[in-house]
T-cell receptor
Framework: GNSVTQMEGPVTLSEEAFLTINCTYT??????LFWYVQYPGEGLQLLLK?????DKGSNKGFEATYRKETTSFHLEKGSVQVSDSAVYFC???????????????FGKGTLLTVNP | DTGVSQDPRHKITKRGQNVTFRCDPI?????LYWYRQTLGQGPEFLTY????????KSRLLSDRFSAERPKGSFSTLEIQRTEQGDSAMYLC????????????FGAGTRLSVL
């Protein structure tokens, strides 16, 4: 079945540091890949996505590239801010028999804390 | 677009009681999903609907759980004879039916079973 393995946290960085959160997956077919973020006290929000191999998703300075050869979708940001403190979830969109994505399989989440 | 709304936000109940949660998806979305999230874990898929049809149920969804989506609009998730292990955040999401489409999540209903 589908699975997502995500770098365990917590991760603590100083402001302006470089961020990498590793994510690898196991899947059948050609899933879409997502990063969701959960800020304290809020619901899950989509951060970025990629729907096919070699696609790069980007948003708010965050980037991730869909690497089929290494089955990875690592999240990176060049310079983190205090406001980036949140829990980050890597997710895989399973593909049904009709070829469309449906249920998401999530990693366990990585808590990021950015200190000023 | 008012987003996905869930009601109630918090529910405290005693073991053995029945509880029902409601989800209102984004109006034009024909797919609706339920997930469960326990502390320190990512959300786990429970079930999903396309319009009013329930197309898949996870093995996590025991026979004490039932979900409906009459008329393909709002959905309800009922848990009968609650157990302490049912304590979790129950999340609803909705999307359009197409490849790679984004699921938009509600804020969730936090259930505590005493």
């Amino acid at each position: 079945g589908n699975s997502v393995t995500q770098m365990e946290g917590p991760v603590t960085l100083s402001e302006e540091a470089f961020l990498t959160i590793n994510c690898t997956y196991t899947a059948t077919g050609y899933p879409s890949l997502f990063w969701y973020v959960q800020y304290p006290g809020e619901g899950l929000q989509l951060l970025l996505k990629a729907t096919k191999a070699d696609d790069k998703g980007s948003n708010k300075g965050f980037e991730a590239t869909y690497r089929k050869e290494t089955t990875s979708f690592h999240l990176e940001k060049g310079s983190v801010q205090v406001s980036d403190s949140a829990v980050y979830f890597c997710a895989l969109g399973g593909v049904n028999s009709g070829g469309s994505n449906y249920k998401l399989t999530f990693g366990k989440g990585t808590l990021l804390t950015v200190n000023p | 677009d008012t987003g996905v709304s869930q009601d109630p936000r918090h529910k405290i109940t005693k073991r053995g009681q029945n509880v029902t949660f409601r989800c209102d998806p984004i109006s034009e979305h024909n797919r609706l999903y339920w997930y469960r999230q326990t502390l320190g874990q990512g959300p786990e898929f429970l079930t999903y609907f396309q319009n009013e049809a329930q197309l898949e149920k996870s093995r996590l969804l025991s026979d004490r759980f039932s979900a409906e989506r009459p008329k393909g609009s709002f959905s309800t998730l009922e848990i009968q004879r609650t157990e302490q292990g049912d304590s979790a955040m129950y999340l609803c999401a909705s999307s359009l039916k197409k490849r790679g489409d984004i699921q938009y999540f509600g804020a969730g209903t936090r259930l505590s079973v005493l």
